[in-house]
């Protein structure tokens, strides 16, 4: 079993920057691949970032490439993923997901281990 929980969400304005972190426990974090995902009101759920679990890949969506960089601490057990020039697109609730494996999974059903979301509200 993984838990994760995520935390660093908020209210920003347009142009601005979070940082969103991951915290997990259970099985050990450096064996597992971790991703970001955001779901809208309405939309499914969508792939933003993932990273290998050695942290030497990292592969993101279109849509937030070259605003968004996701990494990870595997002393700390943690991921990050940090939002900059945020538009009121980005808003949305963010989860961090786990699972075993060496590469790196862009499908939702791949992952096995869910936190339980951090809203992130940008206002135009």
């Known amino acids: 079993q993984v838990q994760l929980v995520e935390s660093g969400g908020g209210l920003v304005q347009a142009g601005g920057s979070l940082r969103l972190s991951c915290a997990a426990s259970?099985?050990?974090?450096?064996?597992?691949?971790m991703g970001w995902f955001h779901q809208a009101p309405g939309k499914e759920r969508e792939f933003i970032a993932v990273?290998?679990?050695?942290?030497?890949?990292?592969y993101y969506a279109d849509s937030v490439k070259g605003r968004f960089t996701i990494s990870r601490d595997n002393a700390k057990n943690t991921l990050y993923l940090q939002m900059n020039s945020l538009n009121p697109e980005d808003t949305a609730v963010y989860y961090c997901a786990a699972r075993s494996g060496s590469g790196y999974y862009t499908d939702p059903l791949e992952y096995d281990y869910w936190g339980q979301g951090t809203q992130v509200t940008v206002s135009s």
């Open positions: 259970g099985r050990p974090f450096s064996n597992s691949a």
């Open positions: 990273i290998t679990r050695r942290g030497g890949s990292t």
